[in-house]
């Protein structure tokens, strides 16, 4: 009988527990600007770089921000790669310190091959990515984004740092 009762009243415990672990409210990031860096490898055609990213941004909403950033994308061979780009960012929380975001805007891209010459344009840029939150000031993030370049398919994975003012 006292094994039962004991039983009993250890499954009470653990549901009261997971209810209260349940019902805990997510912890929503800070609204406001933020700067961040990405680095990470740029794939165009059959060549790779290593690449990096300056951003800025704003988020407005649990759910949306805007990010303004400057990419140097590729430096090999002779030929260099940027990009200033301004996306919409949808942020969907997951747990309490992780989510996934989504990335669409456009890119303002440019190639200089030196002697060769340049060339230059605005299309679409798109990505997919996951944030955790480190501390509220400080997010680490993992993305991959694709950009058109010279009616070239390229993609950049990076890893990055936000800081939230």
């Known amino acids: ?8 009243m250890l499954g009470a415990a653990a549901m009261v527990v997971s209810g209260g672990a349940f019902a805990q409210k997510q ?23 290593t690449a990096f990213k300056i951003l800025g941004g704003y988020q407005f909403h649990k759910n949306f921000a805007a990010e303004f950033s400057y990419a140097s994308l590729f430096d090999k061979n002779g030929i260099e790669v940027t990009a200033w780009e301004l996306v919409a960012v949808g942020i969907l929380p997951l747990q309490n310190k992780f989510s996934i975001f989504g990335k669409l805007g456009f890119a303002k891209w440019e190639t200089d091959a ?34 058109d370049v010279s009616d070239e398919n390229a993609d950049l994975f990076s890893i990055g740092l936000i800081y939230r003012f």
């Open 27 to 49: 912890q929503a990031a800070p609204l406001g600007f933020y700067v961040g860096g990405d680095f990470g490898k740029f794939d165009i055609d059959t060549e790779d770089d």
């Open 114 to 147: 030196g002697f060769f010459g340049s060339e230059d344009g605005t299309d679409l840029t798109f990505g997919v990515g996951v944030q955790y939150d480190l501390t509220p000031k400080i997010a680490l993030r993992g993305q991959w984004q694709r950009y």
């Open 1 to 8: 009988m006292l094994k039962k009762w004991f039983v009993a």
